[in-house]
């Protein structure tokens, strides 16, 4: 898989998943900046088949990265908790510091 981005963003999204090692797998795609007025990452967990995260463009790497870490995590924890309301929970919050580590450490 190669992004838009280049090697630096590739790198941390095989690091997130050889720590998650997600099944089926989480589709990553960056996508022009005005798809994303006001946020600069998104995500959608579907059925069983079909998990991606969109990242916006023209951002920075050390931003695209920040991004792409903060979805994977809502992704996985969507995941794990289909029934979840808070978007930005404490269970997110633990699924993120895994992602953290993962990428940064
Ligand atoms: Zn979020």
């Not at 023209?58 to 695209?64: D, L, Q, V």
């Not at 978007?87 to 993120?96: C, F, K, P, Q």
């Amino acid at each position: 898989m190669s992004s838009n981005y280049g090697h630096q963003f590739d790198l941390a999204i095989w690091h997130l998943n050889h720590e998650f090692k997600p099944d089926p797998p989480i589709h990553i795609y960056t996508v022009p900046l005005p798809v994303l007025t006001k946020y600069h990452g998104s995500c959608t967990v579907g059925d069983a088949t079909l998990s991606r995260v969109r990242i916006a463009r023209g951002m920075s790497i050390e931003r695209a990265v920040d991004c792409l870490v903060h979805e994977y995590a809502h992704v996985i924890h969507l995941r794990e908790n289909p029934t979840a309301r808070i978007e930005h929970s404490d269970a997110w919050g633990v699924i993120y510091s895994r992602c953290y580590r993962a990428v940064f450490d």
